[in-house]
């Protein structure tokens, strides 16, 4: 994968500077405004940088130049741009002894990293909660997909799981040695793929998405690379396979419909509060509530509670066919946050309700559907879940409960198993503290290096 940052007057330039090197299948990982420096910058229009990425046929990674992190304006990073390796003043427990490397050691390194990225962009993170589409940062529409292609694995590795586990000599040398290591051998890399291998497994992630992973290293791993390059290749490859995600954007056109779909315990209601609170109280937006669900005891008295607080109308939907008169109420709101039913994915009865209720929304707004789903909740179970909700509909995914698992190897699974957007998360029920926008860098940090 070739990855490259590229400049222009307007966002326009240079992301047709980055198509014109790198091709129309380019993927537009971050576009950030750049003031120009100095007191006659003052005075002068700023700058576009792009950050693209290609992915080339023979899977390698070239390094990309490293630049200055910049701390003006607001940015999202949607993938690790920059060349990362691990400075020689850097206290690291890896050694220049490649064979030396345990699975702590590795941990520890990709977890150097991760940290090292989060210092460099601490001041430049955008919020993407609320800003309407026409004024939000312009990302280029050409979306990072991967393939759900059987699986090709570099080596079998099911076989290998017990033997992985087999210590590793402890490094001799002094744990403030740089992680300048030489080329790896045969031995160690099947060692580094080995671990690897057991630390994304430990994370429960899918092994056919384990194999894909390891299977993206065959050229670059036989090409003799040294392991802090592998580490940050790894690091970079798996944010990249999280892509950018994908919010709420209000528009000009009002009210935006929102619906918030799920089974049954996942949080939804608490998930529209926590929500609704960020435009409504951050953003000052205008918010109004429908819910559907009357099924469910309490429900309508759960968010008009929040209502009240917000002090946001809020219509109890009985009758499907009453959904858009509801609607009509609301057309000065910017925003209508609409609480569903949660039922089994096993209920075809409501499943069939839903179907209708989503397809009764008139033409005339715009909607957007999320679905809601449990960082607790097993994998084969998440995957019953999705097919029964993709059958009848197209959605991206928040993802709740963070804080009640360690373990995030849902998130990727879900990411490559449906090929949705990702959101939002929440790691708590505190309204409304407890959500963010997915954090790709973080979470890629947590599976590799654990807290």
Aim: charged letters at 25%.
């Amino acid at each position: 994968m070739t990855i490259k940052k590229f400049s222009g007057k307007t966002k326009e330039e240079a992301i047709e500077a980055a198509k014109k090197e790198l091709g129309s299948q380019v993927v537009i990982m971050n576009i950030k405004e750049q003031k120009q420096g100095g007191i006659m910058g003052l005075f002068k229009a700023p700058i576009y940088e792009v950050t693209a990425a290609i992915e080339e046929n023979d899977h390698s990674f070239p390094p990309v130049q490293k630049s200055a992190p910049s701390t003006s304006g607001n940015h999202f990073e949607a993938v690790a741009d920059e060349a990362i390796s691990l400075k020689p003043e850097t206290p690291s427990k890896t050694t220049s002894s490649v064979s030396n490397v345990n699975e702590a050691d590795l941990k520890s390194a990709f977890r150097e990293i991760g940290e090292m990225v989060e210092k460099s962009e601490k001041e430049s993170a955008i919020d993407l909660y609320a800003k309407p589409a026409k004024k939000t940062t312009s990302l280029d529409t050409t979306t990072y997909v991967k393939s759900e292609e059987e699986t090709k694995t570099f080596v079998s590795f099911s076989d290998m799981n017990t033997k992985a586990k087999e210590p590793i000599v402890q490094p001799k040398s002094s744990p403030s040695q740089a992680v300048q290591t030489p080329s790896m051998n045969n031995k160690e890399q099947l060692n580094f793929l080995k671990m690897l291998y057991n630390i994304l497994m430990d994370n429960e992630v899918d092994e056919r998405y384990v194999n894909q992973i390891l299977d993206d290293l065959g050229n670059v791993i036989s090409s003799g690379s040294s392991l802090d390059y592998l580490i940050s290749n790894v690091y970079q490859k798996m944010v990249l396979k999280f892509g950018k995600p994908n919010v709420i954007t209000l528009s000009e056109k009002k009210p935006k419909i929102v619906f918030v779909i799920g089974p049954t315990g996942v949080g939804k209601t608490t998930t529209i509060a926590k929500i609704a609170s960020k435009f409504k109280i951050e953003h000052k937006k205008n918010v109004a509530f429908i819910t559907t669900d009357t099924y469910r005891i309490a429900a309508a008295d759960q968010l008009n509670v929040y209502a009240n607080i917000l002090s946001s109308p809020v219509s109890i939907v009985y009758d499907i066919n009453d959904f858009n008169t509801e609607v009509e109420k609301y057309k000065d709101m910017d925003l209508v946050l609409v609480d569903t039913a949660g039922f089994s994915h096993k209920n075809q009865v409501q499943k069939d309700d839903l179907k209708k209720l989503l397809s009764t929304v008139s033409d005339e707004y715009e909607k957007e559907i999320f679905l809601v789903l449990s960082a607790t909740t097993k994998y084969h179970d998440l995957k019953e879940i999705v097919d029964t909700y993709k059958n009848f509909t197209s959605f991206k995914i928040i993802f709740t409960k963070l804080d009640e698992t360690i373990s995030y190897g849902n998130l990727l699974n879900m990411k490559l198993y449906t090929n949705a957007d990702l959101s939002y998360v929440t790691t708590g029920q505190t309204v409304p503290d407890d959500i963010e926008v997915i954090d790709s860098q973080k979470i890629v940090k947590q599976l590799l290096g654990g807290h």
